[in-house]
């Protein structure tokens, strides 16, 4: 039976099925190595750590933890995040409010609801975020790109833009350890970001789940850190620092905006669970945080080294990829009229998945030379065995 066309909104058609939805159904296949995820690396997660921790909440806070919450988060939880924002990124001052939410993608959908009607312009990088691009989509946003350089997103091309379509409303970026570049904005483009979307009354919606998983102690400002005017809305996440699985993470912009993505949030999902929000507070207190968020640090950064040591050696000449300084991501470009769609579908037949770089463009129809790998999945092994096929098939699909 084949459902009514006509009864789909509006708003849901510009949004597409993933043409490689069979690639990402091979990823969890026994046998095969998937470079394709975004997902931290399980064996990392303090299993029982939040075994006891649940245990104990549920034996002393069970009215708690099952009833229903406030909307705006469980309260410690929400205080301990603001102050880590505080001290550790400088923001949350003045005319700022911060909510928990179930996870960054709801605070994004929720900030992209709020503000956009159907037409108005955003710009994202180029790649950037499918998430992001899926949601935006949905409320029908017109999309414009800018390409991402190695030190962030083409501020010259985003001028442009702002100057030729005065519809543009909102700009999102990923700033820090992009996905899936892997990419950082340098501290001028930041500001001048910053001030270009002052100048024209834009919105920044700043996205940063990957900040804290940096290689080196050197830390880059948010660009919310910079915001005197109450125009950055500011996305983080519990995903890629404890567990992507407790669906919790927060926004903090100007209090007018949290009390609307409050209302929101009482027709979309009425608070976030209370366990999880719990057990993320009662973790970041009776644990260093820091200290677990070292160990993922250190175990990235290795395993970013290796996987981009094994492509130097096994890859065809011709690609070259971005060399991370934190996060989860390699982006590699194949240079050249290749389209990865077609070279990831041959390349799933040696049984080693990745995902092709038209999946993270405004117009996925076109294709895309780049692909993104993910190294903070697999072990220093499958990372090894998986490059050295890869390297094969892409020599295969490619030439040398
Ligand atoms: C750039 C970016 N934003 C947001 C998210 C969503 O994170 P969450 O799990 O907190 O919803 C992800 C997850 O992969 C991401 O890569």
Not at 206 to 229: A, Q, R, V, W
Not at 288 to 312: G, T
Not at 318 to 334: K, V, Y
């Given at each position: 039976v084949v459902f009514l066309e006509y009864a789909i909104a509006n708003r849901m058609k510009t949004l597409k099925g993933s043409a490689i939805r069979e690639i990402f159904k091979m990823a969890?296949?026994?046998?095969v190595i998937s470079f394709a995820g975004g997902v931290p690396?399980?064996?990392?997660?303090p299993n029982e750590e939040l075994a006891q921790i649940s245990a104990d909440i549920l034996r002393k806070e069970p009215e708690l933890a099952l009833q229903y919450g406030i909307t705006e988060g469980y309260m410690p939880l929400r205080k301990a995040v603001k102050q880590r924002l505080l001290e550790?990124?400088?923001?949350?001052?003045?005319?700022d409010e911060t909510i928990i939410v179930s996870g960054a993608q709801q605070g994004i959908e929720h900030a992209i609801k709020i503000l956009i009607n159907p037409g108005d312009g955003v710009v994202v990088e180029q790649p950037s975020f499918i998430g992001t691009l899926n949601a935006l989509r949905s409320y029908e946003a017109d999309l414009y790109s800018v390409p991402v350089q190695e030190d962030g997103m083409d501020l010259d091309r985003l001028e442009d833009l702002i100057r030729k379509h005065p519809h543009i409303k909102m700009i999102y970026t990923i700033?820090?350890?992009?996905?899936?570049?892997g990419v950082s904005m340098s501290i001028e483009k930041r500001k001048t970001l910053y001030e270009l979307a002052c100048k024209n009354n834009l919105i920044i919606l700043e996205d940063n789940?990957?900040?804290?998983?940096?290689?080196?102690d050197e830390k880059l400002p948010t660009i919310k850190s910079l915001d005197t005017e109450g125009i950055v809305i500011y996305v983080g996440t519990?995903?890629?620092?404890?567990?992507?699985?407790?669906r919790v993470g927060y926004v903090c912009a100007h209090q007018d905006l949290v009390g609307r993505i409050t209302v929101n949030k009482q027709i979309s999902d009425?608070?976030?669970?209370?366990l999880p929000q719990m057990m993320a507070y009662e973790f970041m207190t009776r644990y260093p945080m820091d200290d677990y968020i070292q160990k993922m640090r250190a175990l990235y950064k290795h395993r970013c080294n290796f996987m981009i040591e094994k492509m130097d050696e096994h890859?065809?000449?011709?690609c070259s990829h971005t060399n991370p300084r934190g996060g989860l991501f390699i982006w590699c470009d194949l240079?050249?009229?290749?389209d990865t769609v077609e070279v990831a579908r041959e390349c799933a037949k040696d049984l080693v998945v990745f995902v092709p770089g038209?999946?993270?463009?405004?117009?996925?129809?076109k294709k895309s030379s780049g692909f993104r790998l993910n190294?903070?999945?697999?072990?220093d092994e499958a990372i090894e065995k998986g490059i050295r096929i890869l390297g094969r098939s892409l020599t295969k699909c490619i030439g040398k």
């Amino acid at each position: 039976v084949v459902f009514l066309e006509y009864a789909i909104a509006n708003r849901m058609k510009t949004l597409k099925g993933s043409a490689i939805r069979e690639i990402f159904k091979m990823a969890g296949k026994p046998g095969v190595i998937s470079f394709a995820g975004g997902v931290p690396a399980p064996e990392l997660f303090p299993n029982e750590e939040l075994a006891q921790i649940s245990a104990d909440i549920l034996r002393k806070e069970p009215e708690l933890a099952l009833q229903y919450g406030i909307t705006e988060g469980y309260m410690p939880l929400r205080k301990a995040v603001k102050q880590r924002l505080l001290e550790k990124e400088n923001i949350g001052k003045d005319f700022d409010e911060t909510i928990i939410v179930s996870g960054a993608q709801q605070g994004i959908e929720h900030a992209i609801k709020i503000l956009i009607n159907p037409g108005d312009g955003v710009v994202v990088e180029q790649p950037s975020f499918i998430g992001t691009l899926n949601a935006l989509r949905s409320y029908e946003a017109d999309l414009y790109s800018v390409p991402v350089q190695e030190d962030g997103m083409d501020l010259d091309r985003l001028e442009d833009l702002i100057r030729k379509h005065p519809h543009i409303k909102m700009i999102y970026t990923i700033p820090t350890f992009q996905n899936p570049t892997g990419v950082s904005m340098s501290i001028e483009k930041r500001k001048t970001l910053y001030e270009l979307a002052c100048k024209n009354n834009l919105i920044i919606l700043e996205d940063n789940p990957y900040g804290e998983l940096s290689f080196d102690d050197e830390k880059l400002p948010t660009i919310k850190s910079l915001d005197t005017e109450g125009i950055v809305i500011y996305v983080g996440t519990f995903s890629k620092i404890l567990s992507p699985g407790l669906r919790v993470g927060y926004v903090c912009a100007h209090q007018d905006l949290v009390g609307r993505i409050t209302v929101n949030k009482q027709i979309s999902d009425v608070h976030t669970s209370m366990l999880p929000q719990m057990m993320a507070y009662e973790f970041m207190t009776r644990y260093p945080m820091d200290d677990y968020i070292q160990k993922m640090r250190a175990l990235y950064k290795h395993r970013c080294n290796f996987m981009i040591e094994k492509m130097d050696e096994h890859f065809p000449e011709r690609c070259s990829h971005t060399n991370p300084r934190g996060g989860l991501f390699i982006w590699c470009d194949l240079n050249g009229d290749f389209d990865t769609v077609e070279v990831a579908r041959e390349c799933a037949k040696d049984l080693v998945v990745f995902v092709p770089g038209s999946t993270f463009m405004v117009d996925m129809e076109k294709k895309s030379s780049g692909f993104r790998l993910n190294y903070s999945n697999m072990g220093d092994e499958a990372i090894e065995k998986g490059i050295r096929i890869l390297g094969r098939s892409l020599t295969k699909c490619i030439g040398k």
